[in-house]
Nanobody, 122 residues
Framework: VQLVESGGGSVQAGGSLTLSCAAS????????IGWFRQAPGKEREGVSC????????YYADSVRDRFTISKDDAKNTMYLQMNSVKPEDTAVYSC????????????????WGQGIQVTVSS
């Protein structure tokens, strides 16, 4: 499966941005989907993940109540709605899929998009 992110760019603090990730295959067949990010000089971290079977979601403490993960199985597309963004949200964001019974750890995901830059200015 190939994953292609879109919707990144530059935004001012307090603004909103929606990232999309289009998959070449059926995302409903994967155990979980996730969004991850890597800021300069930092390790990649899990931002938000969703289990396909029951809709359970995980949000990193730093984004909870500001970001929302969702997916449209009919379009094979997943989304990350980012509200009230902060300069510390600046990073390369990547979408990923896994067939493992995973939660939101980077090492548990096997299929990755190339990533897209999000820059938040103060």
């Amino acid at each position: 499966v190939q994953l292609v992110e879109s919707g990144g760019g530059s935004v001012q603090a307090g603004g909103s941005l929606t990232l999309s990730c289009a998959a070449s295959g059926f995302i409903s067949r994967y155990y979980a989907i996730g969004w991850f990010r890597q800021a300069p000089g930092k390790e990649r971290e899990g931002v938000s993940c969703l289990v396909s079977s029951d809709g359970a979601t995980y949000y990193a403490d730093s984004v909870r109540d500001r970001f929302t993960i969702s997916k449209d199985d009919a379009k094979n597309t997943m989304y990350l709605q980012m509200n009230s963004v902060k300069p510390e949200d600046t990073a390369v964001y990547s979408c990923a899929l896994t067939n493992r019974r995973a939660w939101c750890s980077v090492r548990e995901y096997d299929y990755w998009g190339q990533g897209i830059q999000v820059t938040v200015s103060s």
